[in-house]
């Protein structure tokens, strides 16, 4: 079976194309600034990278060029786009209805467009691009696959905000958590790496790239998730802040006159790593702006180490133990200082790695990096959100063709 794996951004389209027998891509890339001008790549393993300078108009005409690569007579995987069985589409919400992957019909549109309220940057041009490649394949299943969805089994006493509780029922505010997919997918091959079934193990997940979360899994189930409402809580970010009090925000808006737009811009695009460096938002500019004796690059490290030690601590409080802690995505994956920074001084909870391993991890790979004899293990995972979105979709094909 071939699956399609598409991720829509506001003026992005990022695509893979799976061969589910293999477990393998056959060919992934990105079409990027769509609606400026528009670059499109495409990349297949053991072959040259193709990258192309041209105007991308809309979704429509990003996933159209997507398909004439993939089916070009010289340069294609695949000799024509009938031979794709399913769409898997990326949704970073599926507020509180979606709480599983499924079958994108009319109702379920419906119901995506409806939430757009509360999902305003991802929610529109993720449906621009599902409207876009079911207009380009329209009689194959198109399947979404939701951040959120992980989190639905989250008790309330986890999901609720202490704020007037006519809000959540007005408003529908309450904590959805977000990068569910990658958690789910790592928390499994944590199992498998430790050999045992997700469903008797306590696992602590830390996604941390551009934007972080921490998410705690308990035999199976998420429980937990430092994401919230928003992307926007949990440990600081690239130039996201990550919780603070909220009053700090309306006493903010007070003294520099700010309007609500312009409150979010500070605390969505100024924050975080960058506004506390004031370097950037990049942790490979922190980490060298510290070595070269910048005091605020020092700040901004430790600042995100501390913040991702305190929701480890309070997770394990909450399942009362755990079996692994997993480091993932650009940070989690590379960093080896800041997993030494988390880990350090974490022995009386029952964390212990080995700094030889950690230091000398290679990338791409998971690795192991407990020492030995560790009551937790800490292992390092790279994530793989699309190939979670694909067995889901494949999955749901299996399902709907048993139906038939
Ligand atoms: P996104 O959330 O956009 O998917 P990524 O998961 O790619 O982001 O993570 C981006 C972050 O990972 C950046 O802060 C980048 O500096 C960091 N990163 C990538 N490689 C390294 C590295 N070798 N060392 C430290 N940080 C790294």
């Known amino acids: 079976m071939k699956i399609l794996v598409v991720n829509a951004g506001s003026s992005s389209l990022k695509y893979q194309l799976f061969d589910m027998e293999t477990a393998s891509v056959l060919a992934r890339g990105n079409c990027e600034r769509i609606g400026i001008d528009g670059t499109l790549t495409y990349k297949r393993p053991c072959k040259e990278d193709i990258k192309k300078d041209l105007s991308i108009k809309d979704h429509r005409a990003a996933i159209g060029l997507v398909l004439s690569c993939l089916t070009d007579k010289d340069e294609g995987v695949i000799s024509d786009a009938s031979e794709i069985d399913a769409v898997g589409h990326r949704f970073a919400h599926g507020g509180e209805r979606l709480s599983e992957s499924a079958v994108l019909g009319e109702g379920e549109i419906e119901y995506l467009e409806s939430i757009v309220e509360i999902n305003p940057l991802h929610g529109p041009p993720a449906l621009a691009g599902l409207a ?75 996604h941390l790239g551009n934007g972080s979360s921490i998410t705690a899994t308990k035999y199976g189930s998420a429980v937990d998730t430092s994401m919230g409402f928003t992307p926007q809580d949990g440990v600081p970010m690239g130039t996201r802040c990550g919780a603070v009090d909220p009053s700090v925000v309306t006493y903010l808006m007070k003294k520099e006159g700010l309007t609500p737009a312009e409150a979010d811009k500070i605390l969505t695009s100024k924050s975080g790593l960058l506004g506390i460096s004031g370097v950037s938002s990049d942790c490979r500019d922190i980490r060298a702006a510290k070595e070269k004796g910048d005091g605020r ?36 994956e590379n960093d080896g200082e800041m997993r030494e920074s988390v880990c350090s001084d974490m022995d009386f909870l029952g964390i212990k790695i080995n700094t030889d391993v950690n230091r000398n991890c290679p990338r791409g790979e998971d690795v192991d990096i407990s020492a030995e004899g560790s009551p937790v293990k800490t292992l390092v995972i790279p994530t793989n959100e699309e190939y979670m979105i694909a067995l889901d979709t494949q999955n749901l094909v299996i399902k709907n063709s048993e139906r038939k």
Do not use: Q, W
Request: with cysteine.
């Open 297 to 332: 690059s020092a700040l901004a490290l430790e600042i995100l180490a501390h913040g991702i030690k305190k929701i480890i601590g309070s997770y394990i409080a909450e399942m009362n133990g755990a079996d692994a802690i997993v480091f993932t995505a650009g940070i989690g």
């Open 132 to 206: 876009a490649c079911k207009e380009a394949m329209p009689s194959v299943m198109h399947v979404g696959v939701f951040d959120t969805s992980y989190y639905s089994t989250v008790e309330k006493k986890a999901y609720i905000y202490p704020i007037p509780y006519e809000y959540y029922e007005k408003y529908k505010i309450r904590k959805y958590g977000f990068h569910g997919t990658s958690h789910r997918y790592v928390s499994r091959r944590a199992a498998e790496m430790l050999g045992r079934d997700t469903g008797e193990l306590k696992i602590i997940t830390c």
